[in-house]
């Protein structure tokens, strides 16, 4: 699968807290959340972003709270994945739990700025900036790991496991 | 040769040993969930369409975020998880009855040494304090738990944290988990777990030992563990387990076990500020320069426990809150309130012009009970420090421990508690 989107750019540490601000997490339906996504620190970013979009940011995103409503705030907003030098973990479970797909790539961090357009071939982790016309490979996730992903996250893979289990 | 987090894992996973790095399924002792990421993980537990949860005994649900109930939209996600734990039978405490999570669930007997704990609440890692592997998750890794009573983890590598000599006076475990994370930042010991020794850590009360423990996640780690000793045992003596059950007590084999190990002298430690906007911007107080603060508060799942409002007390009384300083208490369980009541803590903070509130994590997720205008600036003894996190992304939060909270209160600005405090108050600690 292709994702092609337009780079968002942040630094490092960008908190749970600045994805979505606790004050809006009395309800976790991902379409609500996402009207206050990232407003603490990037108040445009709802009126720039469009559907397939990217966020790109350096070390340890998502990091603060286990709230899921932060993936999902991103996830309703038609972010298609975030690339970053590193995440916060349990930041990193709840994106895989929930189908937002996540790449590990530094190289591809620095080399890009806001604006440039981006195509990730997830299955390969192959990020290519065409704006720059340059291509990284992202690390790759653990086996164990893709199998959550291929189920299409962590309650379809529990539903099998069950199921398997049942037979 | 394997560290406490290793046997732990290994112990719950049905496997001789594991190594770093390697993934388990681990059997949980306790599920949690509280009335944010409660609602989230019973929608995702009804789509794995399963009638009950794996042990009603086994999994527990804290109204205590937006606790009594905000807003409309508060009080929705909060019956929710009413009307589930009602359902299900599962563990539940009632506004009135409770206080927040990780106050809550070691006085109730909830946790202990040996357990593996997860709960959807980043803070969990607080009952490492009793040597549990305690660690937080999300919404959906809560609900496949409830479900099926384990869930998968990356054994994560282990680093030793070793506070030669003592403490001076008003320096307790704020002081030092701050330490450490100004040192080797908020994501220093990301995906690791944190073990915490030395003479120093002996010494500490189990309160101190929670407060550091809570904070493990603020440097990025998994979780954050001390040893059993004397102190731990006479905790668990006192709060004994709510279901009977038998804990167990690790030790790490042997340094070699270690991904690292950092050293400290504890004696150089001084009370300490994290300033805006990471708790990694560590300051000595003495070093803060003049801060004019408008809010101080004092509670939380970090700093909400009984040793901690006797810090506080122990400089408000006789004193006044400074006239531009809006100081508000928040006793972290009805326990603690209660205990703060007969000691006559609570006299003394409303007698020095604090307000005292209900057992709620209210303000220090910018929920309510002391949300910041912009421009304003609050010293608090919560876990966060980040852009908004107690209101406007205008405002500024200070993190610090209760005696510089309290000290902070009487002056209006940023101040250590010798500031306050005679020479007699010092010596007597």
Sequence with gaps: ?167 | MATVAEKIIAAHSGRDSVSPGEFANVACDVVMANDITGPLSIKEFNKLKVDHVFDPHKVVMVPDHFIPNKDIASAIQAKAIRDFSREQGCVYYETGRAGIEHVLLPEQGLVGPGQVVIGADSHTCTYGALGAFATGMGSTDIAVAMATGDIWMKVPPTIKFVFHGALQPWVGGKDIILHIIGDIGIDGALYAAMEFHGDAIHQLEMDGRFTIANMAIEAGAKTGLFSVDEKTEAYIAAHPPKWGCSYKSYTTDSDSDYARIIEYDASAIEPTVAFPHLPSNTKKVSDAGDVAIDQVVIGSCTNGRLSDLQVAASLLKGRQVHQNVRCIVIPGSQRVYGEALEQGLIKTFMDAGAVVSTPTCGPCLGGYMGILAPGERCVSTTNRNFVGRMGSPQSEVYLAGPAVAAATAVTGHISGPAEVSSTQEVAAR
């Design chain 1, 1 to 167: 699968m292709t994702l092609r989107g337009k780079v968002h750019k942040y630094g490092a540490d960008v908190d749970t807290d600045v994805i979505i601000p606790a004050r809006y997490l009395n309800v976790s339906d991902a379409d609500l959340l996402a009207e206050h996504c990232m407003e603490d620190i990037d108040a445009d970013f709802r009126e720039r972003k469009q559907e397939g979009d990217m966020i790109v940011a350096t070390s340890n995103f998502g990091c603060g709270s286990s709230r899921e409503h932060a993936p999902l705030a991103i996830k309703g907003c038609g972010i298609s994945c975030v690339i970053a030098h590193s995440f916060a973990r349990i930041f990193f479970r709840n994106a895989i739990n929930i189908g937002l797909p996540l790449l590990e790539c530094p190289e591809a961090v620095d080399s890009c700025e806001a604006g440039d357009i981006l195509e990730v071939d997830l299955s390969r982790g192959e990020i290519t900036n065409t704006t720059r016309g340059t291509t990284f490979t992202a690390k790759p996730y653990p086996e164990f790991m893709m199998g959550i992903i291929n189920a299409g996250g962590l309650v379809e893979h529990t539903k099998r496991r069950l199921e398997d289990s049942h037979s």
